[in-house]
Nanobody, 112 residues
Framework: VQLQASGGGLAQVPASLQLSCTST????????MAWYRQAEGKQRDLVAS?????HANIADSVKGRFTISSGKNTVYLHMNTLIPEDAAVYYC?????????WGQGTLVTVSS
């Protein structure tokens, strides 16, 4: 089973993008779905997470602009009012009873 992330691309301030991440097969016991991002030369940081499909947690740096939602085996990151500081590779992660699954990353580029 793999996670496939998509939706990245080039956006111009203050555009919106929606990222999607879907598992290629069923994963039992998924408790948390999350998005991380890693800008060039920086560490990978948590952007948003959603637990049990209901309890969302959004990083302060994107609060008010980004939201997270989920469906069966899929998680979305809705990014509004993008700014250049949002440019990064975005990774999705599922946390299940069997461990963590990571997606391959999708690049978001933001031009001013």
């Amino acid at each position: 089973v793999q996670l496939q992330a998509s939706g990245g691309g080039l956006a111009q301030v203050p555009a919106s993008l929606q990222l999607s991440c879907t598992s290629t097969g069923p994963i039992s016991g998924v408790r948390v779905m999350a998005w991380y991002r890693q800008a060039e030369g920086k560490q990978r940081d948590l952007v948003a997470s959603i637990a049990n499909g209901r309890h969302a947690n959004i990083a302060d740096s994107v609060k008010g602009r980004f939201t997270i939602s989920s469906g069966k085996n899929t998680v979305y990151l809705h990014m509004n009012t993008l700014i250049p500081e949002d440019a990064a590779v975005y990774y999705c992660k599922f946390t299940s009873s069997w461990g963590d699954y990571w997606g391959q990353g999708t690049l978001v580029t933001v031009s001013s």
